[in-house]
């Protein structure tokens, strides 16, 4: 296990992650409108060119860093590298965490998708991950699930030491038993993005926070 920085091992709030974008204009102008509501930004772009991933990931990172956000790439060390983005976040098979966190650094933010496994979130942590994310939760379009998560796994894994993120299918109005079960951020894409008005969205995430 690492030894997390307290702007990581305190992050709490609302995980924004990019919607499929092709059009880089379009991309950042939604991107800066709810970028001031998000803890974390996370880039994802599963579809896009090696080259349209570099140019949109070094944009968006310099909308994160004029705006103090953390920029954490999808799958893709190498790419957090180039860009100077503030980590990544890897799947189960998107490549090694100790490898990850030995080529960005001890300060780097280095999470991983953990779905319904307290196992993974273990071997993770000791391998040197920042964070476990688990889910999905409820029904999502962002991608195909097979695996559901329950608030029990938020709560089992405080153990670990480091910070809780849930994700799939959450809402402002479901998110409530996830807080109350420990997660210190929700990790979300449609739910800001495809909302008629994504920064009363964004705003509605982060006010779930304060709930009791």
Same mark, same amino acid.
């Given at each position: ?13 609302? =995980?924004?992650? /990019? ?17 001031? =509501? ?25 909308? #994160? ?16 590298? !180039? ?17 990850? *966190? ?7 933010? !280095? ?7 307290? !196992? ?10 920042? =964070? ?12 195909? /699930?097979? *695996? #559901? ?12 030491? %480091?910070?809780? %993120? ?21 990790? %979300?894409?449609?739910? %800001? ?20």
């Amino acid at each position: 296990m690492i030894s997390l920085p307290p702007s990581v091992r305190h992050a709490r709030g609302l =995980y924004l992650i /990019t919607p499929e974008e092709p059009d880089t204009a379009r991309l950042l102008a939604r991107v800066a409108a709810v970028l001031p =509501y998000a803890t974390w930004l996370q880039y994802r772009q599963k579809d896009a060119s090696a080259d349209l991933r570099h140019v949109q990931a070094t944009a968006v990172q310099a909308l #994160c860093a004029q705006a103090g956000v953390p920029l954490i790439i999808n799958d893709d060390a190498t790419l957090a590298a !180039v860009v100077g983005a503030a980590g990544v976040h890897l799947g189960e098979d998107d490549g090694d965490i100790a490898a990850a *966190r030995d080529l960005l650094g001890p300060h780097a933010i !280095v999470g991983a998708s953990c779905y319904d496994e307290s !196992v993974l979130a273990e071997r993770a942590v000791a391998a040197g991950a920042s =964070y476990v994310a688990f889910g999905a939760f409820f029904p999502t379009t962002s991608k195909v /699930t097979t *695996r #559901c998560a329950t608030p029990a796994l938020l709560t089992a894994a405080a153990a670990l030491g %480091v910070p809780r %993120v849930a994700i799939g299918g959450i809402t402002p109005d479901n998110m409530g038993p996830l807080v109350a079960a420990g997660a210190d951020l929700v990790a %979300v894409i449609g739910g %800001v993005f495809d909302a008629p008005d994504p920064v009363a969205a964004a705003l509605a995430y982060g006010r779930s926070f304060e709930r009791p």
